[in-house]
Every structure is written in C-alpha cells, then in structure tokens.
C-alpha cells in the first residue's frame, strides 16, 4: 500500500489538522493527535514513525497502515491503538506474518514465512503456534500436527 492510496482510499473525513506532506515530529501534532476521533488521518511519530489511517479517541482504530523507523510495516485493523483483526506485518529482516491478531499478538489462522525460507501455515493463540499447523522447512523437511506454545506435540 502506498502512501497517497491509504490516504485516498477511506470514507471517512479527514482529520482537522492532518497533513501528508508533514516531515517532523512536534508536540503541537501530537496534541492534535490526541483529539482525533472517527476520521482518517496522517499521524508521525517522534522516532519518524508513520500511521496512516483510521483515528477513534486519539487512537489508531478500524483500517491502517504503519511503518516504524526500522522500515518494519503493518496493514490492517486496529482496535484501540494495537493490531487486531486481520493484517499482515513485515518485519525489517524480511519475515511476514499474514492473518489474524488478537491483542497485539499473532491470533486465530495465520501464515508466517521466514525470511530464511521456513513457512508456518496454521493456528496461533497469544503470539505462539497453537494449534493444527504445518511447518515447511527451506530444506523441505515437513512438520505437520498439533502444536502448543510453538511446539510440535509428539
């Protein structure tokens, strides 16, 4: 997703205040952040964060999009200012997690793929393989089961 399309692509009215073309960090925007509610806005952070999308009560809330000052990204649901929902993060070492979060943490059916060629295709509960999953290996070694707290059960 890019910047102009997740700014262009929303129903709801834009923030009062919010500004694509702002390039640092103040305490004035962040004040302003604060106030924001049931809008779609362009939110940067002090470290050079970036949050595009939907604002509730001054949080990130419903559809967007954040890119962190590592260049590790998020495009999904928010509730509450964590992920939850559907969303898919990529990490700056190239690993990416696809499906479902619950609380910040990797919840429900999801796909993880390493950047090293691993690939998890299953369930998660709090973070953790939980659940039926199939774990592929670069090598092509499969390990398909039921896993708990990112163990396979024997």
Not at 83 to 110: Q, R, S
Request: aromatic share 16%; glycine share 16%; net charge positive.
């Amino acid at each position: 997703m890019s910047f102009e399309s997740a700014l262009s692509e929303n129903s709801l009215p834009k923030c009062v205040g919010s500004d694509k073309n702002i390039n640092e960090w103040s305490v004035k925007h962040f004040k302003q952040i604060k106030t924001w509610t049931n809008c779609h806005g362009y939110a940067l952070g002090p470290g050079g964060e970036v949050y595009i999308g939907n604002f509730y009560d001054g949080k990130f809330h419903g559809q967007g999009f954040y890119r962190g000052d590592d260049g590790r990204t998020y495009e999904g649901q928010f509730n509450d200012h964590k992920k939850e929902g559907f969303g898919t993060y990529t990490y700056a070492n190239g690993d990416v997690y696809i499906g479902e979060w619950l609380n910040a943490k990797y919840h429900g059916k999801g796909t993880f793929e390493y950047s090293n060629g691993d690939k998890y295709v299953g369930y998660w509960k709090k973070g953790k393989k939980h659940g039926e999953g199939i774990l592929t290996k670069a090598s092509g070694k499969i390990e398909k089961g039921k896993w708990k707290k990112n163990k396979l059960l024997r």
